[in-house]
């Protein structure tokens, strides 16, 4: 691989309930435990809400790269991440839902290019075949 850019992050204190910031400071952010998995909450982001940030944003990035090279007209596309952990025994576990909402497509022609989309984005390659991602194209 040719290295075209590194991302550098670094989490302090404690874990979910620490803080996390990136090498150039644009993020600077505190964590907390979700109350759902027994933390404070609040008003606080969580490693999951930042994945799945991460992931609606490069998934949306590459469904445009898609849309360009077959030359589809793309307007007020939106890329939705659910992210979510949960527990297989003892272990944890992530598993993610995108939904791909494509305005004035025929469905066919959203459900294909959503799925080309998940062939070339970077993070669906790097967590195939390791978590369970499901994708789903909505042309409204």
């Given at each position: 691989?040719?290295?075209?850019?590194?991302?550098?992050?670094?989490?302090?204190?404690?874990?979910?309930?620490?803080?996390?910031?990136?090498?150039?400071?644009?993020?600077?952010?505190?964590?907390?435990?979700?109350?759902?998995?027994?933390?404070?909450?609040?008003?606080?982001?969580?490693p999951e809400q930042l994945f799945a940030a991460g992931y609606s944003a490069c998934f949306h990035s590459a469904l445009?790269?898609?849309?360009?090279?077959?030359?589809?007209?793309?307007?007020?596309?939106?890329?939705?991440?659910?992210?979510?952990?949960?527990?297989?025994?003892?272990?944890f576990e992530l598993a993610v839902k995108l939904e791909a909402v494509l305005p004035g497509l025929e469905q066919g022609q959203a459900s294909s290019l959503v799925a080309q989309a998940h062939q070339v984005c970077p993070y669906s390659r790097a967590t195939r075949g390791n978590i369970e991602v499901e994708v789903t194209a909505k042309t409204s």
């Open positions: 691989m040719e290295a075209l850019y590194t991302a550098v992050a670094t989490s302090r204190g404690d874990g979910r309930n620490g803080e996390v910031t990136s090498s150039d400071g644009v993020i600077d952010e505190q964590l907390a435990i979700p109350k759902e998995m027994g933390g404070p909450g609040g008003e606080r982001t969580n445009q790269a898609v849309a360009r090279q077959t030359n589809v007209k793309l307007n007020g596309t939106t890329v939705t991440a659910e992210v979510t952990i949960g527990k297989d025994g003892d272990a």
